[in-house]
């Protein structure tokens, strides 16, 4: 068994061992299990990443054929580069943190174990997703996630809302997952494998750019990513994935899974790169979405949900950068966000955690004193959010803009949209850091947060930080695209994140500038409601796509298709019944029925006699 | 008349001496034991000696009786049914009627007519044969007990089958008139000539069919059917329902064949418009029968109904082998089933004070207290429905093989439409016999001598055998069509 | 002669059950039980010593193991013909495992006539096998009507509150396709003897039998009929739900396990290769219908409140999958319909069983009046998540297998109806979880007495999940069985659907 | 041979009417003592019938066919007459119409 194969293997080992005792084990043991299989297998990729970076060798390993039937043999095979590499530290690193914060943040709860059974199965189904060397196999870990998700989303499965919440998240992406099925269906039947580094290969060789079939497949592919990575139109589940534990939200709603979307068209560029216009597709969805997550970002009031409406936002950056074809910006924004946003989120879950489950910001405020820790956290984190300079999301999201800048034509249009976008953030992000920890309390915290939260809060603190000098080894994954500086642009996309930020202060804090006359006009009032319920999309979908659904479901409730049996059935009775009627047992009335036959007979008789 | 004459006509001299000896049996001493053992000898005496008469035949004896293994098959399978069913029905009789001997009697002489129908090439003794069967009916029907519904029934059956009678005679009294033989072979050289599609000939002809089919109850000379059988006693209604049938209908195939009327087109093709009214109407009206009685006799009239197919299939000189086989494959088969079913009913009856169970709640949860008896009517209502490993199913794949071996597109629909319609009311029973025992409330304890337990294990056995290894008797059956075309 | 043995071990049991009763109550399951394990043991060993040169026979391929042929009928060419391929042997092991399961399953809740219970149990199991096994049309039709009987009083006898209604109901929809059949194997027959003089009902000879396009459709329609009633297909389905709910567990089990597979091995075997150039005109419809079938099973699943209908819906739309993979004709497409058999055999029977607990212990299917029971029941509930996920088609899970080649197989021939068809696994996705959370999540219900998981449901559950797991991880084994058949039935019809559909996509401008 | 002789058309066509006005009497008449009259009056139709054509072609047969349905007819009526002596008992009347207990 090499360290290549035990990356997954531990955490998968741990969640069977875990389910099979189904709580018997006492929570140590469990913890223990839990956190220590992710931390073995973070060793691991550890290892594998050194490796890797002495002789950038690429790793593959092939476990066993999975299926073979004449030339369809996809495989439990691993294929290890630098963008594998990076994705994997992420999630065992980031994964092994939020673990361990666990512990402390679960600890009453009852079914301590299982939790830990459905998060080491996520981190297993997550690297199997991001060490795929087929399509196939991608697929399994992408459904896996998606199965650990709905597990963990609707955690707290008493509240038929957890639930109502966990569906809709399984079932928007499996949407996507569709598409993507459809997508492999077309890759397969044209190109004849699944099989990544082949499929790349056969598709750089058979299409041309911008033909019909590469533009259907990357689209069908992008349909998949849309789902999981929340993005226009798909983005509506993420809000209300909130329900689950705030880890859950760090881990699979911020860090690892919903920027698998991200991951697969990395993974898959070369597609793309064949189908322009998809790309560009990929560009304009990423704005839209950007745009409308922040606009919504800062008419929420629940602390997680504004987190929420931020990483779809960020992940539209994400998206704007692969659209540019900026993809190692993409997948480093990735990484810096993964920091960031984890920070924020286990942070926001200190704040949820001490002040006995309140969500409502306006009803924190001045913890800046009383939990120091996590205040220093948010800080910075929100800084890494907002972008402000020197901190890793600075570095990220600067990169993004310069490549969609140097684009041409759309080029600006989209840099001017990531602007806007870049200012919003700032605003959100600082309302949040200012309602909250400012201005005098209005809960008390119960209890303060322990040294397994703080220790995971204070290392990804550092990397949030200074995650922006990490170097990604991706330079041989994708095509080099150096673009010149524009200073002016450069100094511009330094600026309009301190000018929210300076917005943001005069708005929240020192109250210079009053949203109420904004909030009180009737428009305003509108527009925060409307923005308060995520542009309404939700409404939308219910009565275009669910009540439709539900409806007919209730139409059909009682086979239609029966009616049709019945109504024979009824036929016969009908006719049983009228036979029988004419069998009244009165002889003269037989005799004449005997007549009657005869002379029918006779006259057919005596009309055919020639 | 030399010896091979009497030979060839021991079932007959055997059941007519049966008869004279067991009237003075009675008038001697009554008692219902010794009768009834004497009428089972006497009734297994004549189907056994048939084999003695085996190679005397095919002959003529007389020009009234044509012996041939036809004769020979049918009245062996005539005496074996009246034999099975007074053994079944002697509990019923002990209960009712003070002075029952005189109901074997009439059984074996009613048997008797069926015999010599079944050897009839003549129309006196077609004439006779019918009428010594019906007569005794009548009279079987109304004798058990006196009470109101027998004697409707009787008198029912009486007035009608009469009328039938009339209008058969007159009928053949047209044919003779045009042919001048009331033979049916010379009937048919006769016909021949006689240039076929004339007005007389045709009327006679449909006359004669309407009269036997009367007796054969298809549609729409069916009306009788299920008053009669609701009304006679079990057991007689077992009796009406197989032998004299089947009777009937070699006869009247006999007839066809011996005076291939099969070349009238209209005629054939008059039949099969009877045989598909009969195959609808017959299930449809058996549908959501509560009373398994008349429940049965309306399948009985679609089972006319799919037998009469093979008249109009054997229309095909290529195909009339098959046909005819088929249908004498039909006919034994039904037989068979018709005597096992109707035999449940009587043993059910047999305790009853003067009232019949044969009701459907008098048999549900029959199959948790009276196990074989349950089995019996099971596996006879299976073969009726047609399922197979059961008789029935061999004998409708023989009909669908003719009819298909034929191109009767029409009929075979029909065929399949009825059968559909068929299991509903044949698995209704089977479903009530099943039922769970608190779900039901009486249970008529039917007796149980070993003799009666015997004869029901072998009526399952043949039915079921008759289903699975059916190739001796179609082997035999074959061997004796060479003989009688 | 192996076979036949095979097939008289299983009545024999049944009689024996039977009179086991007399002597103890619980004797008859013992008797079942240990009835099928010989019977698989004995299979599995005539198999093992096999000669490993598979015998061929006329030109029907040389994928078969074993043959046997006995004179039934002669008057008619009917014989007693049993033959056993890849395909048959997976199915009759199948058949065979989920007589266990549906045996465990009845364990505690059969008490009424326990040994006559067993014995129409086996009887059923047995005319399945001969239904796998039997190579003479005639016999595969008697087969194929006489597993019913024993069904029907399984249902009939020990049925829930609407039994009397489904029972009928399933058996007049089976007869009645059945009735349709038997003509065109008549008629199948005839013409052949017609050409080459003599009657037989032999499979062997049968094939390539050309009649006019016209009779022959006709007559494929009957075959097809009759197989996708059973199957079952979307318009003939509606016997599935009322069946499904009444019958006792074990019927359920062996209902969906098994004879619904009896009609996708009908189709496979019989209706297309006897009739190439009739099924080929026909695959459009068949696989509308399969589709069709996809959806509309999905939606319905979604539509019931009670647990059993629910599932048994959910057998709609996977066998509509099955239906497609046939009709599409491709190695991938046939692999998948094949999985799909075992895998949605496992699957359904596990949750049917799961139905079948719940009921004994609640005594309702109405998932309104259940909730929460995870909290209850971890163990059941935890088995509840899994075969829900696995028929939801949660890739690791046989399911997944199946319906991944059905489609991936199809969308070479059809890529629209793949599309539509694709569609339902977000609808399988939508009830599998609104069951889960009907049943098992919410807030349990206060002071409830229900009893979780004993060992023995356990154990089979356990064994079940392996199974779909195995299916679902390393498949091969079973596609290898299966391969060689199909490589055979591809040789005798070549290809049902014209294959042009890239030009189909690529058509499309965007 | 010789004497007059009656063409067999018109005897059919006596028989003909005599026969249908049997099945009238079957069809109209409620009391049962009239069926069985027209039952026998069907039955002589077809005799006649028979001696006719027995007539045309000179044979005897016709005749005996005759007596046999004589005798036929007797045993039917006698039969029959014993069922109305016991319907009477029973039904206390003779009119057909009231016994039809038996129907559906």
Excluded at chain 1, 566 to 572: H, Q, R, V, Y
Excluded at chain 1, 596 to 603: E, K, P
Aim: with cysteine; net charge neutral.
């Amino acid at each position: 068994m090499n360290t290549l194969s035990l990356i997954p293997a531990l955490p998968l080992f741990s969640a069977i061992l875990l389910m099979v005792s189904a709580g018997r084990l006492p929570k140590q043991i469990s913890a223990i299990l839990g956190v220590g299989s992710v931390g073995l297998s973070a060793l691991c990729v550890a290892m594998v990443a050194m490796g890797f970076m002495a002789d950038g060798q690429v790793r593959e390993i092939t476990l066993w054929t999975w299926i073979a039937i004449e030339d369809f043999t996809p495989a439990i095979a691993f294929y290890v580069d630098g963008l594998t590499i990076v994705m994997m530290s992420v999630i065992t690193g980031v994964g092994f943190l939020i673990h361990l914060y666990s512990v402390e943040f679960m600890a009453s709860d009852e079914s301590f174990s299982r939790y830990f059974a459905y998060m080491n199965l996520f981190v297993a189904a997550m690297l199997l997703l991001v060490m795929a060397d087929n399509l196939l196999l991608l697929y399994m870990g992408w459904e896996g996630v998606g199965v650990c998700s709905y597990l963990l989303v609707g955690f707290w499965y008493r509240d038929p809302d957890n639930g109502q919440a966990a569906r809709k998240a399984f079932v928007v992406t499996r949407v996507g997952d569709t598409a993507m099925a459809l997508g492999l269906f077309l890759l397969f039947t044209e190109l004849g494998t699944l099989d990544i580094q082949p499929l790349m290969a056969a598709a750089n060789s058979q299409w041309q750019v911008g033909g019909t079939l590469p533009v259907l497949a990357t689209a069908l592919l992008l349909g998949g990513a849309l789902g999981k990575s929340a993005q226009l139109p798909l983005h509506t589940w993420l809000p209300d994935a909130m329900a689950g534990p705030t880890p859950v939200s760090a881990l699979i709603h911020a860090a690892t899974m919903v920027t698998a979307g991200v991951y697969l068209i990395a993974r898959t560029h070369e597609l793309f790169l064949l189908a322009p216009a998809t790309l560009e597709a990929v560009a304009w969805l990423g704005l839209a979405t950007l745009l409308l997550a922040a606009f919504a970002a800062l008419a929420q009031n629940d602390i997680k949900r504004i987190l929420a409406y931020s990483t779809i936002s960020q992940i539209g950056y994400m998206f704007l950068a692969l659209g540019v074809g900026a993809f190692s910006a993409g997948i480093f924004h990735l990484m810096t966000h993964a920091f960031f946003k984890a920070l924020l989120f286990l942070a926001a879950g200190a704040v949820i955690h001490c002040l006995h489950h309140e969500h409502n910001i306006f009803r924190m405020g001045g913890l800046r004193t009383r939990l120091p820790v996590v205040f220093a956290s948010f800080l910075i984190g929100s800084a890494a959010l907002a972008a402000l300079p020197f901190t890793s999301g600075f570095y990220s999201k600067d990169s993004i803009l310069l490549a969609a800048w140097s684009l041409p034509d759309i080029g600006p249009t989209l840099w001017a949209g990531g602007l806007l976008g870049a200012l919003l953030t700032a605003i959100y992000s600082f309302r949040l850091v200012f309602v909250v920890f400012f201005g005098e309390a209005n809960t008390e915290p119960d209890k303060q947060a322990g040294w397994k939260m703080a220790v995971p809060l204070i290392i990804l603190c550092v990397l949030a930080a200074a995650g922006g000098w990490i170097s990604q080894p991706l330079d041989d994954v994708f095509p080099a695209q150096g673009h010149d500086v524009v200073h002016v642009i450069e100094y511009i996309g330094i600026a309009v994140p301190l000018i929210g930020l300076l917005l943001a202060y005069l708005l929240f804090l020192g109250k210079q500038l009053s949203l109420s006359s904004l909030t009180e006009s009737s428009m305003g009032k509108a527009l925060q409601d409307f923005w308060l319920k995520g542009w309404r999309i939700d409404d939308l979908y219910h009565n275009l796509l669910v009540r439709p659904f539900t409806g007919f479901a209730r139409l059909c409730r009682n086979e239609p298709v029966d009616l049709f049996y019945n109504s024979i059935a009824g036929a016969l009775r009908w006719s049983h019944r009228s036979l029988s009627s004419i069998q009244t047992g009165e002889l003269r009335w037989y005799a004449t029925s005997m007549v009657f036959g005869l002379i029918v007979l006779v006259a057919i008789m005596l009309r055919n006699a020639s | 008349m030399n010896a091979a004459d009497f030979y060839s006509l021991a079932p007959l001299l055997i059941l007519a001496g049966g008869a004279t000896i067991l009237m003075l049996q009675i008038a001697f001493r009554r008692d219902i034991k010794l009768t009834s053992a004497l009428t089972v000898a006497t009734l297994v005496a004549a189907a056994f000696s048939i084999i003695g008469a085996d190679d005397n035949v095919p002959r003529f004896v007389t020009p009234l009786l044509r012996a041939d293994h036809l004769a020979l098959v049918f009245s062996g399978l005539f005496c074996l049914a009246a034999a099975v069913t007074s053994i079944l029905s002697i509990d019923y009789l002990r209960q009712r009627g003070d002075e029952p001997e005189e109901f074997f009697l009439l059984l074996i002489l009613s048997t008797l007519g069926a015999c010599v129908l079944a050897y009839a090439a003549h129309l006196a003794s077609l004439l006779l044969g019918l009428e010594l069967m019906s007569i005794s009916l009548y009279a079987l029907i109304a004798y058990p007990d006196k009470t109101k519904l027998p004697l409707e029934a009787a008198i029912k059956y009486l007035v009608l089958s009469g009328a039938a009678t009339a209008t058969m005679l007159f009928g053949f009294a047209l044919l003779y008139g045009t042919t001048g033989t009331m033979q049916f072979a010379a009937m048919g050289d006769q016909l021949v000539d006689a240039h076929a599609g004339s007005a007389v000939l045709l009327v006679a002809a449909v006359m004669v069919v309407s009269g036997l089919g009367f007796k054969l109850s298809l549609v729409p000379f069916h009306m009788w059917t299920p008053d009669v059988y609701d009304g006679a006693p079990a057991p007689v209604t077992g009796f009406l329902a197989s032998v004299s049938k089947a009777a009937v209908f070699v006869a009247l195939l006999r007839w066809f064949l011996a005076s291939d009327l099969f070349r009238f087109d209209i005629l054939i093709d008059s039949i099969s418009l009877l045989a598909i009214f009969s195959m609808l109407a017959g299930n449809i009206l058996a549908l959501l029968q509560s009373n398994i009685k008349r429940m049965l006799a309306y399948s009985s009239i679609a089972h006319m109904g799919y037998l009469v197919i093979i008249l109009v299939v054997g229309s095909n000189m290529d195909n009339r082998a098959l046909a005819i086989e088929a249908g004498m494959y039909y006919l034994i088969a039904y037989t068979v089933t018709t005597i096992a079913a109707f035999g449940l009913l009587t043993l059910l009856s047999s305790e009853g004070h003067h009232r019949e169970n044969v009701q459907l709640h008098d048999v549900s949860g029959l199959f948790w207290h009276q196990p074989l008896y349950a089995s019996l009517m099971m596996v006879a209502l299976l073969s009726l429905a047609g399922i197979p490993l059961t008789a029935g199913f061999i004998a409708k794949f023989y009909l669908i093989s003719a009819a298909v071996s034929d191109f009767r597109w029409v009929l075979l629909g029909s065929l399949v439409v009825g059968s559909g319609i068929g299991i509903y009311y044949y698995l209704r029973v089977i479903f009530y016999m099943t039922r769970k025992v608190e779900e039901h409330n009486n249970n008529p304890v039917a007796p149980g001598g070993w003799l009666v337990k015997a004869v029901s294990c072998a009526l399952i056995a043949s039915i079921l055998l008759l289903g699975t290894v059916p190739q001796p008797l179609m082997e035999y059956l074959r061997s004796i069509l060479q003989v009688v075309n | 002669m192996s076979l036949v043995i095979l097939i008289l071990i299983l009545l024999g049991g049944g009689l024996l059950a039977i009179f086991a009763q007399r002597m103890n109550e619980d004797m008859p399951r013992w008797v079942s039980l240990a009835t099928i394990v010989l019977a698989l043991v004995y299979l599995l060993g005539v198999v093992s010593n096999l000669p490993v040169e598979p015998l061929t026979i006329a030109d029907a391929g040389s994928s078969w193991l074993i043959h046997l042929k006995l004179e039934w009928i002669p008057r008619f060419g009917i014989s007693f013909e049993l033959a056993m391929d890849g395909l048959s042997l997976l199915l009759v092991v199948l058949t065979l495992l989920l007589g266990l399961i549906a045996v465990s399953s009845s364990w505690s809740e059969i008490n009424f006539k326990q040994g006559l219970f067993q014995a129409n149990l086996l009887w059923t199991l047995a005319g399945v096998t001969g239904v796998f096994l039997a190579m003479d049309l005639f016999l595969f039709f008697l087969f194929w009507e006489v597993m019913l009987i024993p069904m029907y009083l399984l249902i009939a006898i020990w049925g829930h509150e609407n039994k009397a209604y489904a029972a009928m109901k399933f058996f007049i929809f089976t007869q009645f396709s059945g009735l349709l059949m038997l003509i065109s194997i008549v008629i199948l027959a005839w013409q052949a003897s017609l050409a080459n003089g003599s009657y037989s009902y032999s499979y062997f000879d049968l094939l390539g039998t050309t009649l006019n396009a016209k009779l022959e459709f006709w007559v494929m329609l009957g075959f097809f009929l009759a197989f996708t009633v059973k199957l079952p297909s979307f318009p003939f389905h509606t016997w599935l739900p009322d069946a499904h709910t009444q019958a006792p567990t074990a019927g359920s089990v062996l209902l969906a396990g098994i004879l619904l597979k009896t009609g996708a091995y009908g189709l496979l075997r019989i209706c297309i290769p006897l009739f190439p150039n009739a099924s080929m005109e026909f695959a459009p419809i068949a696989m509308a219908l399969g589709a069709a079938g996809v959806i509309y099973g999905a939606v319905l699943a979604f539509a019931q409140s009670d647990f059993k209908r629910l599932v048994a819906y959910s057998s709609v739309s996977h066998m509509g999958f099955v239906l497609l993979g046939l009709y599409a004709w491709n190695t991938l497409a046939l692999q998948g319909a094949v999985m799909q058999m075992v895998a949605h055999g496992v699957s359904t029977a596990a949750l049917f069983m799961m139905a079948g607990a719940i009921q004994q212990r609640l005594h309702t299917r109405d998932m309104h009046k259940m909730g929460g029971l995870w909290h209850n029941a971890p163990r059941m509930g935890a088995c509840a998540l899994f075969f829900a996920l696995a028929s939801l088609g949660l890739p690791g899970l046989g399911n997944f297998v199946a319906e991944f080649l059905v489609l991936i197989g199809l969308f070479a021939v059809q890529p629209w109806i793949t599309a539509v068809a694709a569609l339902g696994m977000v609808g399988a996705a939508i009830y599998a979880l609104w069951m889960m959370q009907l049943a098992f999540q919410g807030k349990p219900i206060e002071n409830r007495e229900f009893a979780d998981f004993g060992r023995r449901e356990m154990a089979t559950m356990a064994a079940m999940m392996v199974a779909l797991v195995w299916l679902g991880l390393y498949p091969q084994p079973v596609l290898d069985i299966a391969q060689p058949v199909l490589d055979s039935l591809q040789n005798i019809v070549p290809s049902l659907v014209s294959e042009a559909p890239t030009a189909d996509i690529a058509g499309v401008n965007l | 041979m010789g004497g007059l002789q009656i063409p067999l058309e018109h005897v059919q066509v006596l028989a003909a009417l005599l026969f249908s006005c049997g099945f009238l009497g079957l069809m109209l008449r409620r009391n049962i003592i009239f069926m069985l009259m027209s039952l026998e009056v069907m039955l002589n139709a077809a005799a006649l019938a028979f001696v006719a054509a027995g007539a045309r072609w000179g044979q005897a047969d016709g005749q005996i066919i005759f007596l046999l349905i004589l005798a036929v007819a007797a045993a039917e009526i006698s039969v029959g007459l014993g069922l109305v002596l016991q319907i009477q008992r029973r039904f206390k009347t003779l009119d057909m119409d009231t016994a039809n207990r038996l129907r559906g």
